[in-house]
């Protein structure tokens, strides 16, 4: 494990242990709301993934005709969470664009840096030079900014200022307009979080947001992108008003949203949809792609008895573990629908792709690792083989 993740769970491990000596605490009010609560000003563009009212609404939805692109296709693509390993996302969807197959995507999803990546593939290959900025340009290098002695009385070890800078150096209006052009044209933009005081995973309709238009849209825009990034104990999470219903006079509170990859690696099937089966056939011949921006295989070596390798490697195992289950139970689905299933992950072989480090060189490494596989034609596979090597 690198000398970097080693060093972030041992400032969380502190930060944690001194946890008690700060006062964090919350109103209880809201939480009977939880089923029916909406975020201010904007009913109607989230849903739980373990919302069996949302599955049945969508299983209904794509039999009676799933959209299809120029080509003819459905094409969903999600992307995974990774942090900077979020680079091996620029660079194959670049590599993939110059190599000139890479469809015309139908739905998009991202979680985490996954999310953050998830615009600039919605809006196409236009987006493509930004979308290679923005993990490569250094901008990135500034995201693990400590907050000193504030780390042990707040809610993160790292400032949120810079990942917030980053989101609206890309995000602005003019961004949201088009994704909200598309969206009109039945496209659908979707970006994953957790919401932490209700212990689930909301998946929120970027493109509806976006059509809604205004500041309070990008406001709940940027938010969204910041709290599916920001990973517990390292960033503060983001509180996003909510009311308990849609009148304007009902009870309002604030939920806490971090890291979209605390409940979902990434969103391609919904849980509460696994064991759906299409009654119509009519996602046969659609296809799902699957960016794990990281590598999925166990990989075996000798971990330090130091606190910080412990924590480090059991955090690892576990997020492995989950990516495997997640990825095994869409390959399942899409076996049964007849639908076209391919993944592609950073090669367990690959010196590099440490999820905290944002060094300009170390993400330019994997960015070019992305690219180099895009073009290749080597990086997509639709076979599952994961065991260790």
Not at 200 to 228: H, K, Q, Y
Request: with cysteine; aromatic share 8%; proline share 5%.
């Amino acid at each position: 494990m690198s000398m970097i993740r080693t060093t972030v769970c041992i400032l969380v491990a502190a930060t944690l242990a001194l946890a008690g000596c700060a006062s964090g605490a919350r109103s209880d009010f809201g939480l009977g709301f939880r089923e029916t609560a909406i975020p201010v000003g904007f009913p109607g563009v989230r849903f739980s993934v373990e919302d069996a009212l949302a599955a049945e609404v969508m299983g209904l939805q794509l039999s009676e005709g799933a959209p299809h692109g120029a080509d003819g296709r459905f094409d969903l693509i999600a992307l995974s969470g990774g942090g900077a390993a979020g680079a091996y996302t620029a660079g194959l969807v670049n590599g993939w664009t110059e190599r000139g197959d890479r469809p015309d995507f139908e739905v998009v999803t991202g979680v985490s840096t996954g999310a953050l990546a998830a615009p600039f593939v919605f809006l196409g290959p236009d987006r493509d030079a930004e979308l290679r900025e923005a993990y490569t340009g250094g901008l990135a290098a500034n995201l693990l900014q400590g907050r000193g002695l504030g780390a042990f009385v707040g809610s993160g070890i790292y400032q949120s200022a810079p990942l917030r800078a980053l989101i609206e150096t890309y995000v602005d209006a003019a961004m949201l307009t088009e994704i909200a052009a598309e969206h009109r044209r039945g496209r659908v933009l979707l970006v994953a979080t957790t919401d932490l005081d209700a212990q689930r995973g909301v998946v929120w309709n970027m493109g509806a947001i976006a059509e809604r238009g205004g500041p309070e849209a990008l406001a709940l825009f940027r938010d969204i992108l910041t709290a599916s990034a920001s990973i517990p104990g390292a960033f503060p999470p983001v509180m996003i008003k909510a009311r308990a219903s849609d009148a304007l006079d009902s009870p309002a509170f604030e939920e806490m949203h971090v890291d979209g990859g605390v409940m979902n690696p990434f969103v391609a099937v919904p849980q509460m949809m696994w064991n759906w089966t299409d009654p119509n056939g009519v996602l046969r011949g659609a296809r799902i792609h699957i960016i794990v921006n990281g590598k999925a295989e166990p990989v075996v070596n000798v971990t330090s008895d130091a606190v910080g390798s412990v924590l480090g490697r059991t955090i690892d195992t576990a997020l492995k573990a989950n990516l495997r289950a997640n990825l095994f139970a869409n390959r399942t689905f899409a076996a049964r629908n007849g639908v076209s299933f391919s993944v592609t992950t950073i090669p367990a072989e690959f010196d590099g792709g440490d999820s905290l480090d944002f060094s300009p060189e170390a993400m330019q490494r994997v960015y070019d690792l992305g690219r180099v596989r895009a073009l290749s034609g080597e990086a997509w596979r639709t076979e599952l083989n994961l065991a260790a090597d």
